[in-house]
């Protein structure tokens, strides 16, 4: 009978999962990993485990994965970890049995297909954090607070805040993931953490801000006047910014298009 | 000439940023800086677009101009001097502001900043290097910096500069001296690339100079950049291309842009331009740098004296590769990097996953898709193991019209947005017209 380990949303979690997994010593045709609160149809025939978060167990699939595939594997996996894919936990189990067995070159191995949907989850992520290192918009609250919202497909704040703590390593921010629930601060000249953020307050006094802010007005302002009037070109522009990431930037606040 | 000194700054952004738009070069990439602690600002080599403008472009930098004042009396410019449009000038106080201001809220990746010619070039040149300075070193900003090298200026003044900025370019603005007489009758050929080897040589000079002392202070990091005006005088592609290909050459330029001409100016000696500005003509200067840049390709190759202009229905890449069918199809299992470079449909990050998977198993053409390979065009060129994904003939007409049918749609958006044609059944549905007529006589 197959059995599917249901594993908390999380890289720790999924790579407990995977530990568990593993070790049951089934086969690995006669497990599969999935997420707890997924709203899969639950299979026939089917045997449901839950697995808890265990921090030696997720360390020992990392220190493996690190030895005996490579850095570069291990990176990949952390990020796959982080995907929008709703079975990417069952995914890592699967690039992970092709990785063990062949070493560090599997993750070149693109005729694969577990290492192919690995790599398309990786681009994926790799593509929306680049596109978000530019389209993050932060608003100044008092007290020289820097605030930003965003609402990303993937779970991108653990990759998107290396690069600002390196830009604005001597300001005060906080990014904060709309989807999820939670936020990257970052106080002056120290490292950043993560928080759940579930209180709605501050998200009021951050448009009351953003409605005050002079520079908002001088950058829509600046894009108004940058732009050829011979060469408007909707498509293109769509290409490049997506509507969904409008909706969170000032510039687009009388609307989703350039009028 | 009337210079307005009481607008407020947003009006002053208005007027000197409109002014600026014509410039192309808005890109952020070409260098690596970490940011140091307590201060603002660092620079990704990538390149990172922070929004995009109605016309589809990227606006990465504040791009402006410090004053739109010019001397100049060019043709085709907004700002040539005998223009009526107001006048006005930032403060390097006002740049600075501005600059700190937008980047703290991520609105741009760093300043872009060019003028028009004040009183004199080194007068011009001397403001520039007063507002940079004061950005990095009173404001410490780290951020991405491009600046325009003006013509005419002083050596030890463009060198000062050069070692404030990321970038520095100077645009030639029309490929021939000839052209440059006819519509900027200010500059000369050699005013502008007299400072362009200076730069040059700066670069070189700095480089060895890093590696002796990693301190050193680096000099226009981010390399050099130039522009070239496409369609108001009657340079044709080719002329173009080997001016392109000798800049990249005997100047390191790091960038060439292309800008469709868009005629701001009523004059005698510029062209009407009917149509709007030649979108289609500058793609296809595009496409062929990129050919130069990252494909290995000579602008010899894929123009000639005989065939001076670009094929309006094929990319560069597919017209050369349809002249020189002798060396396809290629065996993408074995093929060279350069080889599999050449081929339709294939780029250099593709290419590159290529090398890296078949080194573990042969290819096939699901998997060639999967890598990212644009099949619907690289199908007519390569073989997997020694076969082809459809039987194919490799006949110039036979691939000719089946690449023309995918090819047209792309042609006709960028050529002519905005308007409306009647559909055609054999344009639009793709049916091989000319190639089953021929099969019926034989």
Same mark, same amino acid.
């Given at each position: ?10 890289? @720790? ?29 639950m @299979? ?17 699939v990392v ?18 970890a ?6 990417r ?27 192919? @949907? ?10 929306e ?8 918009r932060?608003?100044? /609250?008092e ?12 779970d991108?704040l ?6 600002? /703590? ?25 490292p950043w ?11 009021e006094r /951050? ?7 002079e520079?908002?007005a ?22 490049? /910014? ?18 | ?34 940011g ?19 016309d589809?472009?990227?606006?990465s930098?504040?791009k ?7 001397i100049?009396?060019?043709k ?65 900003f ?34 021939t ?12 050929r ?16 700095n ?10 202070p ?5 390399g ?32 060439v ?36 840049r ?5 602008a ?5 004296e ?28 074995r ?11 294939m ?20 998997a ?29 007409d ?33 049916v ?11």
């Amino acid at each position: 009978m197959k059995t599917v380990y249901l594993c908390e949303n999380s890289v @720790e979690g999924i790579l407990s999962g995977v530990y568990a997994a593993w070790t049951s010593r089934k086969g690995h045709a006669n497990v599969k990993l999935g997420l707890i609160g997924d709203e899969d149809t639950m @299979e026939l025939f089917c045997q449901y485990e839950e697995v808890p978060v265990n921090a030696g167990h997720a360390d020992k699939v990392v220190r493996a994965i690190r030895e005996k595939i490579s850095e570069e594997a291990y990176i990949v996996v952390y990020k796959a970890a982080l995907s929008k894919e709703r079975d990417r936990g069952d995914k890592i189990y699967r690039f992970l049995i092709y990785g063990f067995h062949l070493g560090a070159k599997v993750v070149h191995m693109l005729q694969v297909p577990e290492v192919f @949907e690995i790599f398309q989850m990786c681009r994926n992520i790799d593509n929306e954090t680049h596109l978000l290192t530019g389209f993050v918009r932060f608003v100044e /609250m008092e007290g020289d607070l820097l605030v930003s919202r965003i609402g990303p497909k993937n779970d991108v704040l653990v990759l998107l805040a290396p690069h600002f /703590m390196d830009r604005l390593s001597g300001e005060n921010w906080v990014i904060y993931d709309e989807n999820r629930k939670k936020a990257v601060m970052h106080p002056a000249l120290r490292p950043w953490f993560l928080v759940d953020l579930i209180s709605s307050e501050w998200e009021e006094r /951050m448009k009351k801000a953003s409605d005050e802010d002079e520079y908002e007005a001088l950058f829509q302002c600046f894009r108004k006047s940058i732009s050829i009037k011979e060469r408007t070109n909707p498509v293109c522009q769509r290409n490049h /910014m997506p509507l969904r990431y409008r909706a969170y930037m000032p510039e687009f606040s009388h609307g989703l298009k350039d009028s | 000439m009337l210079i307005q000194e009481e607008l407020s700054v947003q009006e002053k952004l208005e007027i000197l940023s409109d002014a600026a738009k014509y410039d192309v070069a808005c890109t952020s990439s070409g260098v690596d800086r970490k940011g140091k602690a307590g201060t603002l600002g660092n620079a990704a080599a990538c390149g990172i677009c922070h929004s995009f403008s109605a016309d589809g472009r990227c606006i990465s930098l504040l791009k402006i101009l410090f004053t739109n004042q010019c001397i100049y009396d060019c043709k085709y410019c907004i700002n040539r001097c005998s223009n009526d449009v107001v006048r006005t000038a930032f403060t390097p106080e006002e740049v600075c502001q501005l600059t700190i201001q937008f980047y703290r809220r991520n609105y741009i990746e760093g300043l872009f900043l060019s003028s028009g010619i004040l009183h004199s070039a080194n007068y011009t040149m001397d403001l520039i290097y007063q507002t940079l300075k004061k950005l990095r070193e009173e404001y410490h900003f780290h951020g991405y910096i491009h600046v325009k090298a003006i013509p005419g200026a002083d050596p030890v003044l463009i060198e000062k500069t050069g070692f404030l900025a990321d970038r520095m370019s100077i645009n030639l603005e029309l490929p021939t001296a000839d052209g440059l007489k006819k519509l900027a009758p200010g500059k000369s050929r050699s005013k502008i690339l007299t400072p362009m080897k200076q730069i040059q040589k700066g670069i070189t000079a700095n480089r060895y100079e890093l590696m002796e002392y990693k301190k050193a202070p680096s000099f226009v990091p981010a390399g050099q950049s130039t522009q070239m005006i496409v369609g108001a005088t009657g340079e044709n592609d080719f002329q173009m291309m080997m001016v392109a290909e000798a800049l990249y050459q005997n100047y390191d330029l790091k960038r060439v842009f292309y800008s469709a001409f868009v005629p701001v100016n009523q004059d005698s000696s510029l062209p009407a331009l009917p149509g709007g500005p030649p979108l289609l003509r500058e793609h296809r200067l595009y496409q062929a740098d990129w050919l130069m840049r990252f494909y290995g390709f000579q602008a010899g190759e894929l123009l000639s004296e005989d065939r001076p202009n670009f094929n309006v229905f094929l990319d560069p890449k597919c017209d050369w590769a349809l002249r020189h069918l002798e060396i396809f199809p290629v065996e993408v299992n074995r093929a060279d990097y350069y080889t599999l470079l050449r081929v339709p449909g294939m780029g250099v990050k593709s290419v590159k996953r290529i090398i890296a998977a078949r080194r573990n198993g042969p290819l096939d053409f699901d998997a060639l898709k999967k890598i990212g390979v644009v099949l619907k065009r690289a199908l007519y060129f390569i073989t997997c193991s020694g076969r082809m994904m459809y039987p194919i003939k490799i006949e110039e007409d036979f691939i000719t019209s089946h690449l023309l049918g995918e090819e047209q749609k792309k042609v006709w958006d960028i050529g002519s947005s905005g308007t409306f044609r009647q559909l055609s059944l054999f344009d639009d549905m793709n049916v091989p017209a000319l190639t089953d007529l021929r099969g019926v006589r034989l």
